[in-house]
């Protein structure tokens, strides 16, 4: 009786593994199956867009198939390629796409055969063309239109950024090419400026052409003072670079006491206000300064004019424009200077009023290089230790006229004149 039952219980068993074997052989043979699907397994994606940087990390997708499996690109490229490109089982693979040099949208289809078979499936990669640049910047990337430079011979220095062919050529014989230094991402070009011997300042311009995208074509100009006299202080503010160039825009300049260390090194400064909360009223813009806000004024105070020897008269020259809103609301426009420190000045009060032109001049661009806008003191007595303040009429002003009194400056110059 029990060895009956041991043959029935092995028959079972002997059954059992050949159903078990049947089943794991239909498997193998079974119809082949492909799947293509997104890193999430979410969809079943027929395209991938990229822009022009490319994406050389890779784009992620999910193969699943029980069959020997291919991705063949449509045609033979250098931009666009899947890895791994085959396999025989589930797995993972990336798209990569390199970076579109080109001004032109490109496309790559990919197809998929599985087991020899084509599949009716076919993957897009399109990928945007490159947008043409070509930016001048200087040495600390602060993008540059214009250099103010000193009497003496030197060398400047203008970093190019761009991704299209270009040329540079002076339009005067004392500004000559000397070197280009490329660099990863850029280039540095040095040019040599001769020593300047009239007494005016003068001025001449780099152009820097490009003929395929002639909407990128520049000029870099350079405006060096004469033989008229010592320069012992120049302030462009070309290191502030808050919000934009247009005076009316009230949002993006930001006070000075939240500059960086770096432009607070430059030794601008500005009088805490007593009557708003001890803030200094003096604001970073972009490439120009401003001073006090509504209901309170505010000044500039220049660093000390150390490069001053014993006494001196100096000549200042500056640049500056009264607040109008882009409706042609007027602030009052009284501008106060002074010295701090040693020194007496020639004219102590100045009435700003060379108006913005928003329609004319909509980025304030234009009002900065009428003559209009440039005012000149002189101070006798000056030394090292004097400084010059700038004030927006006075530090409280509410209730007084407008009861806003904001200015912007910009080119300040101190000059210790030719005898």
Known sequence: MKTKNIYILLLLLVAAVFTSCEKDSDNDSGEAYFLFKDAAELISPTGYSVDYKGNTSGQQFIVRSNKSWKIIEESENDWARFFPNEGDEDGIVKVIVQENKTFVDR????????????????????????????????????????????????????????????????????????????????????????????????????????????????????????????????????????????????TDPVRCDSWTAEQKAKGWTSTPNTFSSNQPLLYGCFGFAKVGKTSYGGDLISPKLSEIVGIKNIVVTFKAAPYMTATGTKDDNILNVSVIGPGTVSQSQFIIDNWPDYTADPNSIAIWQDPAAERTFTITGATSETQIKFLGYDYKLSG?????????????????PNK
């Open 107 to 250: 496309v790559m289809h990919f197809t998929f055969v599985v087991d020899g078979e084509d599949q009716p499936v076919m993957f897009t990669v399109n990928q945007a063309k490159a947008t043409p640049f070509l930016t001048l910047s200087d040495n600390k990337g602060t993008v540059i239109s214009k250099l103010h430079i000193i009497q003496v011979a030197q060398s400047v220095s203008v970093t190019v950024k761009a991704n299209v062919a270009y040329t540079y050529t002076p339009d005067v014989s004392w500004i000559t090419f000397e070197k280009s230094t490329p660099g990863t991402s850029s280039t540095e070009l040095s040019f040599a400026v001769a020593a300047n011997e009239s007494k005016n300042t003068r001025t001449g311009k780099i152009s820097f052409t490009c003929t395929t995208q002639p909407q990128l074509n520049t000029t870099l100009t350079i405006e060096q003072e004469g033989s008229e006299g010592q320069v012992v202080l120049f302030e462009d503010f070309s290191w502030l670079t808050y919000g934009n160039t247009i005076l009316y825009n009230s």
């Open 400 to 416: 007084v006229g407008a009861g806003k009194n904001r200015l912007f400056f910009d080119d300040i110059k101190v000059l210790i």
